[in-house]
């Protein structure tokens, strides 16, 4: 099997990460945009010892799962990759993919995968959407056709095309967010092209436009849209003209706030920001609690599916209402404020300060004054908070819910230092929830794994799993 090679394949499954796999004569063949049932003619574009990738040209036999794409960005768009197979088929099969990730990573050959908690919305489900502005825009197929017609490439606003960091195309429908959404960002991909200034170059590192951000709140409506730019102080009254049209176009629209980033990194995130329009932030409920989101502040992506997990880790740490409990990567403290009233005390840390800020604000909201939060490198504060713990100031539960990269090892350890009855962790990415697990298991054995599908038509999924301390 040489690179360029073409060949016939069944497709087989999924594996983790969305790809297809099938297998000739025994060696593994990984694809993209292929489906479990299908017959495919594919060539091989990469070749390794273990494995290959291979790029589908033609679909030979279709899988009995298939269904249209609903979206006329498939195949460009790096979202919703599964959009084309049957919403009952992808549940099953990252229900799947947690099992084997667990077994594999984790050692552990009876783990008790629950069926996964399907999302109530298969689509509009996001509350928050990140796009790009880029001086290298990327020609939807629509538009290639178009042999007529000359196309401005030279500016963009939207998402990133797969396997291309530098080239954005312009997103013109969305089914995650909103078409609400949609409508902003067409008016602020308008406006900015007209406005004269470039958008920011990643190989240049200059020009002006550089994030478009869009929080909106699923129970409330309300919505907050975050303008992120680099720091040219002097044309600053240009986002406050954009913000004029946008409060004329959309009188909706809750808040909005222009942040600056100076950094080269490609990361939505501001350094400093200034709220141009309403309070700054706005608020979402779960269950009976209101919380209070702004522009840079963690909160699950799903929140309809998010109530559901909180339901769940509330039912995991099964708490009497005398336990001290520790909420790891806490954000603005959702989950810690959801278990409060079943707890002594809950102490939430948090590395972002402005999560932390939040996280205060909406323990004073909910009328909560059993919660406390610490921020800071969790790494560094956790030990901290360690040496100065006795007694009943130690916890008798730990939940914790990492970024993707999962806990860091100094956080494992703290954890097994601090020896509480049960741990309770939520996590995005089951390759390293099982690493993570994989030193906990040390102290700790797995009583219940439950999966929640947080991301329908994507390969993605949030998963809770409970630990009880071994006697």
Not at 183 to 193: F, K, N, S, Y
Not at 205 to 213: A, D, K, M
Request: with cysteine; net charge neutral.
């Amino acid at each position: 099997m040489k690179k360029g090679e073409e060949l016939e394949v069944a497709v087989e499954k999924l594996a983790f990460g969305g790809k297809a796999l099938a297998r000739v004569e025994g060696f593994v063949v990984f694809l993209d945009h292929a489906l479990p049932g299908q017959v495919v003619r594919a060539r091989i574009v990469r070749r390794k010892r273990q494995f290959a990738e291979a790029k589908v040209l033609e679909v030979l036999r279709q899988s009995p799962h298939y269904v249209e794409p609903f979206c006329g960005h498939f195949g460009t768009c790096g979202g919703c990759k599964w959009q084309d197979m049957d919403y009952a088929e992808q549940i099953q099969w990252k229900r799947e993919q947690v099992r084997e990730c667990l077994v594999h990573l984790a050692r552990e050959d009876q783990i008790p995968v629950e069926p996964i908690v399907p999302s109530d919305h298969e689509r509009y489900y996001r509350n928050k959407m990140e796009y790009t502005f880029s001086d290298r825009r990327w020609l939807l197929p629509s538009e290639i056709a178009r042999e007529d017609v000359t196309h401005d490439r030279s500016f963009a606003l939207g998402l990133h095309v797969p396997g291309f960091y530098d080239r954005v195309f312009n997103v013109e429908e969305c089914f995650l967010q909103s078409p609400r959404s949609v409508e902003i960002l067409r008016a602020v991909r308008d406006w900015c092209r007209k406005s004269g200034l470039p958008p920011y170059s990643v190989k240049t590192h200059e020009g002006f436009w550089r994030f478009l951000v869009i929080r909106e709140a699923k129970r409330t409506g309300q919505t907050l849209v975050n303008i992120i730019t680099a720091p040219h102080r002097e044309k600053n009254e240009a986002v406050e003209r954009l913000a004029d049209h946008l409060s004329d176009s959309f009188p909706w629209m809750s808040t909005l706030v222009h942040s600056v980033t100076g950094k080269k990194a490609q990361v939505a995130f501001g350094e400093t920001s200034r709220i141009l329009r309403g309070p700054g932030f706005i608020e979402e409920r779960l269950g009976s609690l209101t919380f209070r989101i702004s522009a840079h502040s963690f909160f699950q992506t799903n929140p309809h599916a998010a109530e559901k997990l909180y339901d769940t880790v509330l039912e995991m740490a099964d708490l009497s209402g005398n336990e001290c409990v520790w909420d790891l990567y806490c954000g603005t403290g959702s989950i810690a404020l959801y278990v409060a009233h079943r707890a002594r005390e809950v102490l939430g840390f948090e590395v972002v300060e402005e999560a932390v800020q939040d996280a205060f604000v909406n323990a004073e909201i909910n009328r909560i004054h059993n919660c406390r939060f610490v921020s800071g490198d969790l790494k560094d504060v956790i030990r901290s908070a360690m040496s100065g713990l006795k007694g009943e100031g130690r916890p008798h539960v730990i939940i914790t819910d990492p970024p993707r990269a999962g806990m860091h090892p100094t956080v494992l350890k703290a954890i097994l230092e601090a020896a509480p009855r049960k741990v309770v962790t939520v996590s995005c990415n089951p390759s390293t929830l099982a690493r993570d697990l994989s030193v906990l298991l040390e102290a700790y054995e797995i009583e219940r794994v439950q999966p929640f599908d947080f991301f329908p038509h994507t390969p993605h999924m949030e998963c809770a799993v409970k630990l009880v301390r071994k006697e």
